[in-house]
Structure formats: structure tokens, C-alpha cells
T-cell receptor, first 109, second 116 residues
Framework: KNEVEQSPQNLTAQEGEFITINCSYS?????LHWLQQHPGGGIVSLFM???GKKKHGRLIATINIQEKHSSLHITASHPRDSAVYIC???????????FGPGTRLSVLP | EADIYQTPRYLVIGTGKKITLECSQT?????MYWYQQDPGMELHLIHY???????EKGDLSSESTVSRIRTEHFPLTLESARPSHTSQYLC???????????????FGPGTRLTVT
């Protein structure tokens, strides 16, 4: 079993839809990160969470430490949101990130 | 804003050639990382460094080697490139966020390597 899992693996949505991507992890963490990777591009950090909820524009990230679960929500999705969204954790046991497999999102106009 | 650079961005090279992928950061971060990522696949850690003269192999076995002679510079070398080395290579650095104890990573734009 992977230490970080994401669902769904692939997601296609129509422009304007509300999108949710889920992440679950099995290790103790100091923080959880949501990353975005556009096709052919580098990786950008969207959020770093250790508790509660954060909002940045149309993006909202939540975390439930007790349940070891986080969600990334995109409101009013747009084709430019099409990317791979990666959940990663900073585990207590080490200083290296542990990455989820990513969720590939396509938003159609 | 992260300042981490990789060169070249794209490289097509023949089998057997020696190549060095450059990575540099201007943020003074002690920790640096190299990841390998095949198209559509997840990231795999191949090397990391916690400071000058410190290098370790990551979770994914790799024939590449790294060096860390200066804090800002973490080059990756393949002595003899093979088609199986075709992939994207991403460099990152990290710092401990004050007050939280958690680490933030900053990624470079990546080098897309093709070995023919």
C-alpha cells in the first residue's frame, strides 16, 4: 500500500463545474502539500497545510489530521486549470517528501 | 518567489555520451533533490543532499551521480547515456518554514532528456 494515495486518477469536467480531488495518507506528517504540474512544465506549490482549511482564489484545500485525509476543491473550473494535481506529505520520520501518484484533470470548454 | 534553475531545458543526445544536468538555486537552501519522472507517471526521488559534501541515493535506483561542492549548485551526471535514461529530471530545494517545522519544496522547470 502506498503511503499517499489520490482519487480519482483521472478527471474530466466541463468548464464551470465544482471539482474535488482527494488525498489520503498513512504516515504521521508535519504538513501536507498540494502541487500543480502543467503539461511539459515544472511543479508549482499551491498549498501547504498542517490543519484546517486554506483558500487561494478559486482553490480551497482542507485537511483532517485525525482521518489522515485532505481534499483540494476548485470552484468554477476553467480550461486553464487542466493539469496534474499532486498531493505530497512531509512525514515526521524524515525530511524528504512522499508524493502521491497525481490526479490528471482536464477541464473542457 | 522561488529561484531555482535548470539547464538545459531540453536535451537530445546519442547513446554512450556523458551528460551533466545543471541545477542551481539562489535561496541559500541546504537541502536539494533530484527527481525522475516518466511521462504521465509519478515523481521518484533519485538523489538528495542535505548540504555541502553531503549526497545520498534516493528511493529509485539510478545510474546517475551527483555532487554538492557549493550550496547553490547540485549537478547530476550520467557517464554513459542510454535510451532507458530518457525521462524528465526535476531538481528541487527545500527550506524549513519558520514556526511550523514543516519543509516547503521549490521545484525547477525540469530537463526533458531524450537519449537516442
Amino acid at each position: 500500500k502506498n503511503e499517499v494515495e489520490q482519487s480519482p486518477q483521472n478527471l474530466t469536467a466541463q468548464e464551470g463545474e465544482f471539482i474535488t480531488i482527494n488525498c489520503s495518507y498513512s504516515v504521521g506528517i508535519s504538513a501536507l502539500h498540494w502541487l500543480q504540474q502543467h503539461p511539459g512544465g515544472g511543479i508549482v506549490s499551491l498549498f501547504m497545510l498542517s490543519s484546517g482549511k486554506k483558500k487561494h482564489g478559486r482553490l480551497i484545500a482542507t485537511i483532517n489530521i485525525q482521518e489522515k485525509h485532505s481534499s483540494l476543491h476548485i470552484t468554477a473550473s476553467h480550461p486553464r486549470d487542466s493539469a496534474v494535481y499532486i498531493c505530497a506529505v512531509s512525514p515526521y520520520y524524515g525530511q524528504n517528501f512522499v508524493f502521491g501518484p497525481g490526479t490528471r484533470l482536464s477541464v473542457l470548454p | 518567489e522561488a529561484d531555482i534553475y535548470q539547464t538545459p531545458r531540453y536535451l537530445v543526445i546519442g547513446t554512450g555520451k556523458k551528460i551533466t544536468l545543471e541545477c542551481s538555486q539562489t535561496m541559500g537552501h541546504d537541502k536539494m533533490y533530484w527527481y525522475q519522472q516518466d511521462p504521465g507517471m509519478e515523481l521518484h526521488l533519485i538523489h538528495y543532499s542535505y548540504g555541502v559534501n553531503s549526497t545520498e541515493k534516493g528511493d529509485l535506483s539510478s545510474e546517475s551521480t551527483v555532487s554538492r561542492i557549493r550550496t547553490e549548485h547540485f549537478p547530476l551526471t550520467l557517464e554513459s547515456a542510454r535510451p532507458s535514461h530518457t525521462s524528465q529530471y526535476l531538481c528541487a530545494s527545500s527550506r524549513q518554514k519558520p514556526g511550523t517545522g514543516a519543509y516547503e519544496q521549490y521545484f525547477g522547470p525540469g530537463t526533458r532528456l531524450t537519449v537516442t
